[in-house]
T-cell receptor, first 113, second 114 residues
Framework: DAGVTQSPTHLIKTRGQHVTLRCSPI?????VSWYQQVLGQGPQFIFQ???????GRGNFPDRFSARQFPNYSSELNVNALLLGDSALYLC????????????FGPGTRLTVT | DQQVKQNSPSLSVQEGRISILNCDYT??????FLWYKKYPAEGPTFLIS?????DKNEDGRFTVFLNKSAKHLSLHIVPSQPGDSAVYFC?????????????FGKGTKLSVKP
């Protein structure tokens, strides 16, 4: 079975631009969470979606938004990019909204110049 | 203010010996704790977890111990193998009303030398 997939793998953007990151969960998983991992830190929670509804939001500005589609895939959007948004963006899927045994994708490495 | 702390950025252990990775937390509302392993260019991989109602959970070479009074947990790997070399993250949940919200420590890089 395929694991969590994310696209693109790497991305370079300029300050002020907009970016869309994509995630496909494991088949049968209905919950998707997004995390940001800055170099030298642990992953930090951004959003969780379950059955296409937002179930949780971390301490991130409104420039960050996300959505989940009927097939349970998800997009993370970041507007007005800042240098500090450079990070590894991780998507995790799970059967339900509980945090137990979330399965992570390989991440998208975003560099903002 | 970090709620989950891994105070050792790195740990080096000889193959076959025990690796002990430590994690401290500040929030008594946490009710579930997890350990993840991360190799470079890969996402974190779930390793083992423990509920706050237990003090020990074992899975093969991996054992997690929880000391609620000290707000401390540890991961023991016995025996350590070179393939265990990775960054290990401690994570906690149960606080903040968002069920899927995992709060991670900064990680400990484990190096197992042959």
């Amino acid at each position: 079975d395929a694991g969590v997939t994310q696209s693109p793998t790497h991305l370079i953007k300029t300050r002020g631009q907009h970016v869309t990151l994509r995630c496909s969960p494991i088949s049968g998983h209905k919950s998707v969470s997004w995390y940001q991992q800055v170099l030298g830190q642990g992953p930090q929670f951004i959003f969780q979606y379950y059955e296409k509804e937002e179930r949780g939001r971390g301490n991130f500005p409104d420039r960050f938004s996300a959505r989940q589609f009927p097939n349970y895939s998800s997009e993370l959007n970041v507007n007005a990019l800042l240098l500090g948004d450079s990070a590894l963006y991780l998507c995790a899927s799970s059967l339900d909204p509980t945090p137990y045994e979330q399965y992570f994708g390989p991440g998208t490495r975003l560099t903002v110049t | 203010d970090q709620q989950v702390k891994q105070n050792s950025p790195s740990l080096s252990v000889q193959e076959g010996r025990i690796s002990i990775l430590n994690c401290d937390y500040t929030n008594s509302m946490f009710d579930y704790f997890l350990w993840y392993k991360k190799y470079p260019a890969e996402g974190p991989t779930f390793l083992i977890s423990i509920s706050s109602i237990k003090d020990k959970n074992e899975d093969g070479r991996f054992t997690v111990f929880l000391n609620k009074s000290a707000k401390h947990l540890s991961l023991h790997i016995v025996p350590s193998q070179p393939g265990d070399s990775a960054v290990y993250f401690c994570a906690a949940s149960g606080y903040g009303g968002s069920q899927g919200n995992l709060i991670f420590g900064k990680g400990t890089k484990l190096s197992v030398k042959p």
